[in-house]
């Protein structure tokens, strides 16, 4: 097994991600890690974003982690030898009202990666855009959208379905990688 | 149902309204806000609270919040709802 030291964000979220799941711990990469994976590198955080899909004890994450070198923080777990902290943001997994159906899984050799698909990633970030107007969101929707095939009718309809018709009209070209 | 009526709070004043300690209101909020009911900024040296706009039960619970109020005595519900929201200039008499 690669050392945690030399694991990237993707890496170290399959192998935490993994570790959790051989404890019956669900936990799926949401935010600014799914982000970056999504967009190829384009934006980068330190933080991934492990959402704590069925409300499991906080006291069963912490042992779990303890397990692989991890400590809690101020609400979230850092590790000697890596920048990167890992939070447990509360479920249920969703983006806005809605519950997130469909999960994409991606391999990697420090364990298997269950993160949004590019179109969730898409809504997660329009999601912190439409209510607070963050405009940091919305850059890192438009470049997920670009990377890659998010499907912009979905996004579409969710974004009414939240009520938010009028601001997705007001993206909507710059989600679609030609501008259309 | 403070900040239910308010739209925002922070838990000195929320305390102070209901006429109890600080601590457990403010145990409640840090519960809320780890639970991705509420989210808070910091506003000056003041943490303000709101609900989540992203929680994903948010309109069943303001359902649920909204169905209380009515049942709310008359004088208490008005002085959660009849506060003053429009913008005041510094310095102008009251």
Redesign the interface.
Known sequence: MKPVRRMSQAELAAFVQSHLKARGITAILSGGACVSIHSEGRYTSVDIDLVNAYSVNRGAIEAAMQEIGFTEQA?HFVHPDTPYIVEF????L?V????VRQIQELAFSTGSLELLSPTDCVKDRL??YY??DDQQCLAQAVLVAQAKDADIKEIARWSRAEGMMGKFRLIRARLTPAGQ | MFLFTRKEGYAREIARFFATDLDPIQKQLDKLELGGVLVSRMAGRTRLYTFNPRYPFLRELQSLLERGLSFYPPKQRESLVMVRRRPRRRGKPL
């Open positions: 609400r943001p509360p479920g249920p969703s806005g009202a809605e519950p999601a912190a209510h607070w």
